[in-house]
């Protein structure tokens, strides 16, 4: 089964860190591909460089003034939802006041 895990990052979560903690922390991440089960992913750009479509109306920035932002998913595949969350607790930014939210992916046939 595949599964989404987005995550969910508390801005400003790493002001401060010294730029080899910042590495550190980015190797953690890249270290998930690693993980034969982990099949693509992608940190997005800051929230400030959005753009919402709703009901056709366009505007600049995120829609809702939430702590945490959506800063990247990992999509993986794995054998139920333990497995998923097996992975989903080794993404850094839960760690930091963040959160990973794990979603199974609808599959259709076609």
């Not at 903690?21 to 980015?26: D, L, P």
């Not at 054998?79 to 097996?86: F, K, N, P, T």
């Amino acid at each position: 089964m595949r599964y989404a895990l987005l995550i969910y990052e508390n801005p400003g979560a790493h002001e401060g860190k010294s730029p080899a903690e910042r590495q550190a922390i980015t190797a953690e991440y890249m270290a998930m591909y690693d993980d034969g089960r982990v099949k693509s992913g992608a940190h997005l750009k800051p929230v400030e460089t959005a753009t919402v479509v709703r009901d056709d109306l366009v505007t600049d920035g995120p829609f809702a003034d939430t702590k945490e932002i959506f800063g990247g998913f990992f999509l993986i595949e794995a054998d139920d939802l333990d497995g998923a969350l097996e992975i989903a607790k080794r993404i850094p930014a839960q760690r930091f006041g963040g959160a990973v939210e794990v979603r199974p992916i609808v599959e259709y046939e076609r």
